[in-house]
T-cell receptor, first 115, second 109 residues
Framework: DTAVSQTPKYLVTQMGNDKSIKCEQN?????MYWYKQDSKKFLKIMFS???????INETVPNRFSPKSPDKAHLNLHINSLELGDSAVYFC??????????????FGPGTRLLVL | RKEVEQDPGPFNVPEGATVAFNCTYS??????FFWYRQDCRKEPKLLMS???SGNEDGRFTAQLNRASQYISLLIRDSKLSDSATYLC??????????FGQGTELSVKP
């Protein structure tokens, strides 16, 4: 029943590996996001897709590549993982309400630890 | 000036106390603002939206001061279960949502 779901919930991997995180939302929203929350709890946007099209691409290393096969899914692939990639990655989705009143709903997060 | 900035925490208050957090924003064109609650090791969850001067929901009141460009969150009669980190968020001119660094609240018995 989870509105925004992510897999895996935990990911422990070695430096240099490539990994993917998947996100799905069943809210019928048009827009999906990836956020990174570091150890200092700062929640920073990485990417945003609207109807499968990339609309926000923050200053993120190109080792991070999002992919949206359809508007209900937004995956994040990370190449050549580095220690600094360790963080919690949250997926979110939203719908643009009347008057630009947009509310975002978050997935449970993927806790990535790079060793 | 940071795009969205919150009161530094942590706030340690006794049960039953009233506590208020402030959040300043830099985009004067922002029309909507949000307070999220984040429990330890959980995702942020929407607590309240603020579109005009304010919003009230039970013990929680959010107010918007456009002239001074800040929003506030007031929690009355604090409960132990209110202990969490409270994040405010405001949209930028580019349309993305920017979150503050969060304010940690700890309600003690």
């Amino acid at each position: 029943d989870t509105a925004v779901s992510q897999t895996p919930k935990y990911l422990v991997t070695q430096m240099g590996n490539d990994k993917s995180i998947k996100c799905e939302q069943n809210l019928g929203h048009d827009t999906m996001y990836w956020y990174k929350q570091d150890s200092k709890k700062f929640l920073k946007i990485m990417f945003s897709y609207n109807n499968k099209e990339l609309i926000i691409n923050e200053t993120v290393p190109n080792r991070f590549s999002p992919k949206s096969p359809d508007k209900a899914h937004l995956n994040l692939h990370i190449n050549s993982l580095e220690l600094g990639d360790s963080a919690v990655y949250f997926c979110a989705s939203s719908v643009l309400l009347a008057g630009a009143k947009e509310t975002q709903y978050f997935g449970p997060g993927t806790r990535l630890l790079v060793l | 000036r940071k795009e969205v900035e919150q009161d530094p925490g942590p706030f340690n208050v006794p049960e039953g106390a009233t506590v208020a957090f402030n959040c300043t924003y830099s985009n004067s064109a922002s029309q909507s603002f949000f307070w999220y609650r984040q429990d330890c090791r959980k995702e942020p969850k929407l607590l309240m939206s603020v579109y005009s001067s304010g919003n009230e929901d039970g013990r929680f009141t959010a107010q918007l001061n456009r002239a001074s460009q800040y929003i506030s969150l007031l929690i009355r009669d604090s409960k132990l279960s209110d202990s969490a980190t409270y994040l405010c968020a405001a949209p930028t001119q580019g349309g993305k949502l920017i979150f503050g660094q969060g304010t940690e609240l700890s309600v003690k018995p």
